[in-house]
């Protein structure tokens, strides 16, 4: 008898977690195609001349397990001490039922931003919660729906103020009370726009005639808690505005910065349940006077109607955008931190304000306790008034207490060569406290003090927050649980259905890389712990980095850049620098091809640089010898220019090469946007063709989830001559200032791209992409008779995505990209790229995730509108009242009369639309201009809601 041992294995996930097609249907793409084999496609696809000579090679790739034990390994190397280093980031208890049903869950944490409304209301309610939180707690009009964190809300209120200011001064004074960070970021932001930064003491140095605004803490760094008011006042006498970097939690028991007549406030909501994750990601709010709204940066949710008149959300002044701005953008922002701002909004739920100001309390009390301890012992600890931050003069007890407090578990704050810095938060329990008393030779029990008040009676908050019912619902955890499921399945996120958007790469963002990220040896990390405790990141960061240098051929990479936009920003401040130390200060011009992503230009401005527009062909090509005359005509002060491989448009220009090669001739470095990444990795290298710096979008092809809109990380890469110009940071040296708040940016969700590496190997990144590749060309084949597919290469070949045409639906039958867009929700789908980068077309990115099946499904969904559209070209239908023009469908259109020239079935079971498990609009289409014209951004009062339930 003989066994018949079967080969397969069932371990082997690296292709069938990753890659979408199997064998067999890649067979059936590739015959679709006419080509022979996935090699000799991609052969065809990507010119010869930019392919990497080497493969893509660093060892097998690990099954999940081994990576797995490979990240817990690592994360044993981080030490996770208890840390009361304060500064901006404190420790913080998530509720579990937010850690699980939102962190841990892929329908919340794999949703695209909120660009279709109507597919997006759960998530839009959220950050509406979030936006009401902040204006409550900050006792400003409007916040916007969170920024990237608080030291670049500061840059970014610093850069409001001068807008605003409409003055000619040049200085913005800051609080020498901020954050190191902020000051930092501060600063680098001020440079290249010719501002100074002055910094001192604004009771004392601060000249309002001076300068067109101010920025204080508050609390301050070191604990201070002052009441602002009539500095405020002076500055507004001089037409400056005053910003205030708040702390959240200080605002339950505070005067707010509203009551002090701040302009802006901008801060960290991370103690609202958001681990500090050695840094990020956390989301940083702004909030600010009414007055201001329209010059505020970042995404701002609004109230609007659908069709039926019923409350619907929707992203509101959008215009402001860099998408439609370009260079005169409010700021480059674009992904931020929904994900982060849906946490803390639920933990403010979660707890309500009796909840919000218990745990104020009660950290404010345990401060009070520890100093008493510390008085009893004979220190003197400042300030008097105080919220949980204090700092005690030691002299020259300093290192020997610092050392016993970490052997006792414990990191205190070393401020100057005398002090130390205590800062407590809603997990520092008696122990703690105890230990810390014991560092400084204390042994004492906290039951032996009594705790009260610390703070001045002037400054005690007298005014209501959180009045909203949302944060007085029944808070039982069932009731909690249905919230976060409700609100989650209004949306449409990757768990439902592929989300074709080209450029934002939309691909799977697996299980097994998710998990590490709530351990807590990646996600309770202070960032400012001796480096000694974070050997796993340490480890972590440089095996990352290098694999991104093997990618790329770049020799160095900076973690620090938060987003894409972000990296595009340091990006161009190195190259800045890199001139500056060659004598070239006056290198500012910077080429951007009309065709660039709006951050560009807008990234391009904040970098000092000037914008030069270059045009782009009839084949969406860069123009070549347009390219070429700019170059020349601004050879003298050429700084760089910006360019995306392969192009906005989805394709392989041949042209790349010889692009660089003309700014390095004329004394230009080049950027090459990396977002389009995906359809390189494993087959060309930006840093052989000619490249000197990109970004990496890594939460586009490295897997880490778009979050609704943020968390990400755009880690920028560059040749060795740039890399002595790469961002600094306070806490880790370097010539340079930072641009963002943490020296790695956002660390704790960089596990995700690096267990995609390691379960990938160099082969399965580069199958990945040659997929990735094909997929987008199948698309393109079977949709190329219903739709135009503009700019394909020479070869008939797309890149990694494609853009249809559906401007002669326009044309033929009156039907809109929108309309396209919306019926592709009735079909279960969410609509890729809409108009951009070219008006009334669709850009189409399937990834390599999606399978043969899911891909068939769309391209079903999409030619079936294609004939919809013909019935109203050949009069078969109204050209008014028919599915395309009343997409969605929702529920409400079914109940009741129906008297459409059309039928139910038509209307909610188009092709692509699943029976059983179709995915139901909740609304009916947003109508924006509503909304625009009706500002509302916190949450409608709740007669509101009656009336729209009527
Ligand atoms: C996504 C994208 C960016 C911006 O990245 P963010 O992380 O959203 O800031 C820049 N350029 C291109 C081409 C992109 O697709």
Redesign the pocket.
Known sequence: MSFDFTDYDPYDFANRRHIGPSPAEMGAMLALLGADSLDAFIDETVPASIRQKEPLEWGAAMTERQALDALRETANRNQNLVSLLGQGYYGTITPPVIQRNILENPAWYTAYTPYQPEISQGRLEALLNFQTMVSDLTGLDVANASLLDEATAAAEAMAMAQRLSKSKRTVFFVDENCHAQTIAVIRTRAEPLGWRVEIGDPFADLRPEKVFGAIFQYPGTYGHVRDFTEVIASLHGENALAVMAADPLSLALLKTPGEMNADIAVGSTQRFGVPMGYGGPHAAYMAVKDAHKRAMPGRLVGVSVDARGNRAYRLALQTREQHIRREKATS????AQVLLAVMAAMYVVFHGPEGLRAIAQRVHRRAVLLANGLKKLGYTVEPDAFFDTMTVEVGRLQGAILKSAVADGVNLRKVGTDRIGISIDERTRPVTIEAVWRAFGGEFKVEEFDTEYRLPEPLLRKTDYLTHPVFHMNRAESEMTRYIRRLADRDLALDRSMIPLG??TMKLNATAEMLPITWPEYAELHPFVPQDQALGYKALIADLSDKLCQITGYDAVSMQPN????G?YAGLLTIRAYHQANGEDHRDICLIPTSA?G??PASAQMAGMKVVVVKSDENGDIDVDDFRAKAEAHAANLAACMI?YPS?HGVFEASVAELCAIVHEHGGQVYL?G??MNALVGLARPGDFGADVSHL?L??TFCIPHGGGGP?M?PIGVKAHLAPYLPGHPATGGSEGPVSAAPFGSPSILPISWSYCLMMGGAGLTQATKVAILNANYIAKRLEDAYPVLYKARNGRVAHECIVDTRILQETAGVSVDDVAKRLIDCGFHAPTMSWPVAGTLMIEPTESETKAELDRFCDAMLAIREEARAIEEGRIDAQNNPLKNAPHTVEDLVGEWDRPYTREQACYPPGAFRVDKYWAPVNRVDNVYGDRHLVCSCPPVEDYQEAAE
Do not use: R, V, Y
Request: hydrophobic share 10%; charged share 10%; proline share 0%.
């Open positions: 480059n922002i674009c992904t450029s934002c987003s894409g936009a972000q595009e992503h951050t560009n995306t906005t946007d977002a389009n979008n939460h586009k990400g755009g």
